[in-house]
């Protein structure tokens, strides 16, 4: 899909007001919906021990979790031991979770139609186990040259065609520490320039902070313009750019503003999921479950704090 740069420019201004102003693009049932918070475990979280998808998902069910965010790389493992995707789909459904998102790598950006094709490839395949979403992030941006944030509006709006193709919606991510989308401001610029109604955010609170985004411009956005949000801490006795993803901690066990940041997410409307997503290899060698049940303990109690 292309799009005429005029008509890109054009179109800023119009899918900023959507995001921004509540009500527009958003049906009577949507504003008539509860504000509610879903709980999810990214199995990073408790990725250390490598125990399998499988095991992943039998931690998120004992611990209690609504949902499981998964790892493109772990389904593409499991499947290809043999097992079935079906199967797997219902395994999910018994229990009692939800495929709320999904982390791959496909280089988007810079991947040319391979690429693409890679994209579309992981949304079939996590739309075969129930996925509904996956993450789209710089991977293989180099950051050598500036990117054209207009051309990768372009970009992303032939994957959200993708997604509505196969069910399975990309969720536009920045990282904190990359050279080429770090700031929040990046990816509200690109959703903007696609002019779609089903572009969508996926910030962190740690790359929030590590590229130096703060959590202010997280108020500029309303509805469902972020539907997934990835939860975690860091820490206040090590620089900001020095950080990197294993400084990540339990939510609450830092000094990050949680409270202004779930309370911003509260008033934006719509239902928002929290996944954990940690990288702390402490953690790594603790019991799994007993740190899945930790973490969304200190969520819980993070989100008692909003009025």
């Given at each position: 899909?292309?799009?005429?740069?005029?008509?890109?420019?054009?179109?800023?201004?119009?899918?900023?007001?959507?995001?921004?102003?509540?009500?527009?693009?958003?049906?009577?049932?949507?504003?008539?919906?509860?504000?509610?918070?879903?709980y999810?475990?990214?199995t990073?979280?408790?990725?250390?021990q490598?125990?399998?998808?499988?095991?992943?998902i039998?931690?998120a069910a004992?611990?209690?979790?609504?949902?499981?965010?998964?790892?493109?790389?772990?389904?593409?493992?499991y499947?290809e031991?043999?097992?079935?995707?079906?199967?797997?789909?219902?395994?999910?459904?018994?229990?009692e979770?939800?495929?709320?998102?999904?982390i791959?790598?496909?280089?988007?950006?810079?991947?040319?139609?391979?690429?693409?094709?890679?994209?579309q490839?992981?949304?079939?395949?996590?739309?075969?186990?129930g996925?509904?979403?996956?993450?789209?992030?710089?991977?293989?941006?180099?950051?050598?040259?500036?990117?054209?944030?207009?051309?990768?509006?372009?970009?992303?709006?032939?994957?959200?065609e993708?997604?509505?193709?196969?069910?399975?919606?990309?969720?536009?991510?920045?990282?904190?520490?990359s050279?080429?989308?770090?700031?929040?401001?990046?990816?509200?610029?690109?959703?903007?320039?696609?002019?779609?109604?089903?572009?969508?955010?996926?910030?962190?609170?740690?790359?929030?902070?590590?590229?130096?985004?703060?959590?202010?411009?997280?108020?500029?956005?309303?509805?469902?313009?972020?539907?997934?949000?990835?939860?975690?801490?860091?820490?206040?006795?090590?620089?900001?750019?020095?950080?990197?993803?294993?400084?990540?901690?339990?939510?609450?066990?830092?000094?990050?503003p949680?409270?202004?940041?779930?309370?911003?997410?509260?008033?934006?409307?719509?239902?928002?999921?929290?996944?954990?997503?940690?990288?702390?290899?402490?953690?790594?060698?603790?019991?799994?479950?007993?740190?899945?049940?930790?973490?969304?303990?200190?969520?819980?109690?993070?989100?008692?704090?909003?009025?």
């Open positions: 899909m292309k799009i005429n740069r005029r008509k890109a420019l054009a179109n800023i201004a119009l899918v900023s007001s959507a995001a921004v102003m509540p009500g527009i693009g958003y049906t009577k049932e949507d504003k008539k919906r509860k504000e509610v918070f879903r999810c475990l990214n990073s979280t408790i990725s250390g490598k125990l399998g998808l499988k095991k992943y039998d931690i004992a611990a209690g979790y609504d949902g499981i965010e998964v790892w493109v790389r772990d389904v593409t493992a499947l031991e043999g097992n079935d995707a079906s199967e797997l789909k219902q395994y999910i459904s018994d229990k979770l939800k495929v709320e998102n999904a791959g790598f496909a280089p988007w950006i810079a991947g040319g139609e391979a690429g693409m094709q890679q994209m490839e992981e949304m079939e395949m996590l739309a075969s186990i996925g509904t979403r996956i993450a789209a992030p710089p991977a293989g941006v180099s950051g050598d040259e500036p990117l054209d944030f207009l051309e990768v509006g372009e970009k992303y709006a032939a994957i959200l993708l997604g509505r193709k196969t069910g399975v919606m990309p969720q536009l991510e920045f990282w904190g520490a050279k080429a989308m770090w700031h929040l401001g990046q990816i509200m610029m690109v959703a903007a320039a696609t002019g779609d109604p089903d572009a969508r955010l996926l910030p962190d609170v740690y790359h929030l902070f590590r590229g130096g985004s703060g959590f202010e411009g997280l108020k500029m956005l309303q509805g469902d313009m972020i539907e997934i949000f990835h939860i975690n801490d860091y820490p206040g006795t090590k620089p900001r750019e020095k950080q990197v993803d294993a400084d990540r901690i339990y939510p609450g066990d830092g000094v990050a949680l409270k202004d940041i779930l309370t911003t997410l509260k008033n934006m409307g719509g239902t928002k999921v929290l996944s954990l997503e940690l990288f702390n290899r402490t953690y790594w060698r603790q019991d799994p479950l007993e740190v899945a049940k930790t973490g969304l303990a200190k969520m819980k109690a993070a989100v008692a704090k909003v009025k």
